[in-house]
């Protein structure tokens, strides 16, 4: 059975960091292209990073851009996100999705994915 599980979420006051993880079961993602997405209470589920499969090329939303670092490591079949400098307006359910050979930044500005985690609560709050 192909799953994607998200792991790292919690509460942290603004400023904070926090590492999401993305697992894979049941496939290997060397070939998929691995992105987060979030959706915030009330909001429309927006792309936030993606990574690619092949030559580990990245995209960031604008308003992500120099906080958040993706990264992946294929022997242990996981993509993290590095959350740093976090705001009150970072809270959200983050999801990891996974693409076959997908280009990171059409992945991110379509949101046109293949497998899709279920997804890890983020708060930022003081």
């Known amino acids: 059975q192909l799953q994607l599980v998200e792991s790292g979420g919690g509460l942290v006051q603004p400023g904070g960091s926090l590492r999401l993880s993305c697992a894979a079961s049941?496939?290997?993602?060397?070939?998929?292209?691995i992105g987060w997405f979030r959706q915030a209470p009330g909001k429309e589920r927006e792309g936030v990073s993606c990574?690619?499969?092949?030559?580990?090329?990245?995209y960031y939303a604008e308003s992500v851009k120099g906080r958040f670092t993706i990264s992946r490591d294929n022997a242990k079949n996981t993509v993290y996100l590095q959350m740093n400098s976090l705001k009150p307006e970072d809270t959200a359910v983050y999801y990891c999705?996974?693409?076959?050979?997908?280009?990171?930044?059409?992945?991110?500005?379509?949101?046109?994915?293949?497998?899709w985690g279920k997804g890890t609560l983020v708060t930022v709050s003081s």
């Open positions: 990574i690619s499969s092949s030559d580990g090329s990245t």
């Open positions: 049941g496939f290997t993602l060397d070939y998929y292209a």
């Open positions: 999705a996974a693409t076959r050979f997908g280009v990171p930044k059409i992945v991110i500005t379509t949101g046109l994915v293949g497998y």
